[in-house]
């Protein structure tokens, strides 16, 4: 097959959760970019009109679908969303998530179970919804859940971050990732993980105002992650062209990890 077939997502739909902004429209953006009919989701309705009008500019079609989904009953109708207008999914990225500070001697119940509810939970109810309605039945699938470096490791000590839930929530995705991907090959569906290090973005803005020096010291490219480092990496996770890979988590820090 010609290579460049290996990466066209023409006719292909996909969701992409906390979509309107960041990252997860940066990987909406690449996937709209190489065909794909793109559905976003988020809880902010105007800045999911914003979003999905960047992506219909890019020539293909999208969908915004307003939804919190720390609440699991908020899933089956975002699944129903994209199915009653394109009647399939074939790539779910799972990019909604979230944070909260605070050393874990003092943590916050509340804040260690929004954390959960929306990092891990949403990940596992999705994965279920769409597989069981959509990619199983299909017998085919692409699920690209979005990790973090922070999921592989603690912090390091002398960089005060304060994250354990965090960490906790996105070293449970890093396995979570492996479960799924060794239960459902069976049913030739691909299940990967991005592990993205530091890019700058709304819910990082605080920390790297503070450690933001550290971070660059600590990474052997010297630079954050930019606007299109995500691109490339979802566009092959997405595509026939990672068709032999699944249970893999790349890591994507500038080499930070490495480090």
């Known amino acids: 097959m010609d290579v460049r077939r290996l990466f066209d997502l023409s006719g292909k739909v996909a969701l992409v959760t906390g979509g309107s902004r960041g990252l997860g429209l940066q990987m909406a953006e690449a996937l709209a970019g190489m065909g794909a009919r793109v559905a976003i989701s988020a809880r902010r309705s105007d800045e999911l009109e914003e979003a999905r009008n960047r992506l219909e500019a890019l020539g293909g079609e999208a ?99 304060y994250s354990i839930a965090y960490n906790a929530s996105k070293g449970a995705v890093v396995n979570f990732t492996r479960a ?11 299940v990967n993980a991005i592990a993205p290090g530091f890019f700058p973005s709304k819910m990082t803005r605080a920390t790297l105002g503070r450690i933001g020096a550290q971070v660059l010291r600590a990474t052997p490219l010297g630079r954050l992650g930019g606007e299109d480092d995500l691109k490339g990496v979802v566009v092959f996770l997405a595509s026939e062209a990672s068709r032999h890979l699944s249970g893999q988590i790349l890591v994507v820090d500038g080499g930070a990890a490495a480090a």
């Open 63 to 161: 969908l915004a679908l307003t939804a919190d989904l720390a609440r699991p009953e908020a899933i089956p109708g975002v699944v129903e969303g994209v199915l009653g207008r394109w009647g399939g999914i074939d790539i779910l990225v799972n990019n909604a998530g979230c944070n909260w500070v605070a050393p874990a001697e003092e943590y916050p119940d509340e804040g260690w179970r929004k954390v959960m509810a929306l990092n891990l939970d949403a990940t596992f109810f999705l994965c279920r919804e769409v597989g069981r309605r959509a990619m199983i039945p299909r017998r085919a699938g692409k699920i690209i859940n979005v990790a973090s470096i922070a999921g592989l490791a603690g912090n390091p000590p002398e960089i005060e971050m």
């Open 180 to 190: 799924l991907a060794a239960e459902w090959g069976r049913y030739n569906i691909n």
